[in-house]
């Protein structure tokens, strides 16, 4: 089992739509999980974070996080075509008593007119 | 405030020799991480330094290394360069890196770097 899975997509969403995104991890003691957005040929830029169960909103996104299931989603709200990029999960694993960020595969939104 | 800075951009080098590349994170910011980003792989973790030490390391060949300078910035040197290690080189720096890591990364821009 990957220690971060994603779907990696593509998943095409038509403009002013709900897109869910969805994350899950292997380890249970993390405590702190982030959602990145990387456009095309740019660096991911950290969107979202959230460290307790349940829903944490922002604009337009809402990080939902379930720790008993492990798994973490981001909803983006009113999908505009400027959200199309790779969203990446990540998740802090403890390894040699201190954390490393580990990042899934991404996944690829496309919203579309 | 300054964003994460690293230098150079781009770099073509030739198979077998080295490369070093530079990261000076957001002042402040003592842990720095290097990761290597490919269309086939993803983000992969390479190491994470923190006052001068590395604390932890990915699964990549001696190969890879880096450093930490007092000054918080960091260096990657890559050795004898293999085809399959063209890619983007991000850099990341967070605060004191604690258990649950609760201040996320910041990235710089990456050095994309091409062997031939």
New interface residues.
Partial sequence: QKEVEQNSGPLSVPEGAIASLNCTYSDRGS??F?WYRQYSG?????IM?I?SNGDKEDGRFTAQLNKASQYVSLLIRDSQPSDSATY?C?V?L?????????????TRLAVHP | KAGVTQTPRYLIKTRGQQVTLSCSPISGHRSV?W?QQTPGQ??Q?LF?Y?SETQ??K?NFPGRFSGRQFSNSRSEMNVSTLELGDSALY?C?SSLV??????Y???????TRLTVV
């Fill in positions: 405590q702190s982030f740019k660096s991911p830029e950290l974070f460290y990446l990540a802090p403890f390894s040699g008593g201190y954390n490393k960020l580990i990042f899934g595969a991404g | 991480s990761y993803g983000l973790f994470e923190f604390r932890n990915g991000l990341a890196a604690n258990r649950g890591l609760d996320g990364y910041t990235f710089g821009s990456g």
